[in-house]
Nanobody, 114 residues
Framework: QVQLVESGGGMVQPGGSLRLSCAAS????????MGWYRQAPGKLRELVAR???????GYADSVKGRFTISSNNRQNTVYLQMNSLKPEDTAVYYC????????WGQGTQVTVSS
């Protein structure tokens, strides 16, 4: 059973930065497209960034140019560097394959507020 553990969230002011990390208990990154998702209160979970095993990336329009996804397949870790954060980025952030194939982890809360 693969377990996904997200970390790195917190509270920042608008314009600030955070780096999220996601560690998997199994070697799934080398054979999967990995994604970072987020869910804001009252909204559906949405995909914000994805990365293939070969390193190709894709982003939601709302985060393009501000967020960067990367991965370390040998360490089974995927990252999300978030810059120029906005209040509308406030959400719980999760990682999973794309599409989500494994049980969702607890996520990590990101709050952007002045």
């Amino acid at each position: 059973q693969v377990q996904l553990v997200e970390s790195g969230g917190g509270m920042v002011q608008p314009g600030g930065s955070l780096r999220l990390s996601c560690a998997a208990s199994g070697s799934i990154f080398s054979r999967s497209v990995m994604g970072w998702y987020r869910q804001a209160p009252g909204k559906l979970r949405e995909l914000v960034a994805r990365i293939s095993s070969g390193g190709s990336t894709g982003y939601a329009d709302s985060v393009k140019g501000r967020f960067t996804i990367s991965s370390n397949n040998r360490q089974n870790t995927v990252y999300l560097q978030m810059n120029s954060l906005k209040p509308e980025d406030t959400a719980v952030y999760y990682c999973n394959t794309y599409p989500g194939s494994y049980a969702w982890g607890q996520g990590t809360q990101v709050t952007v507020s002045s």
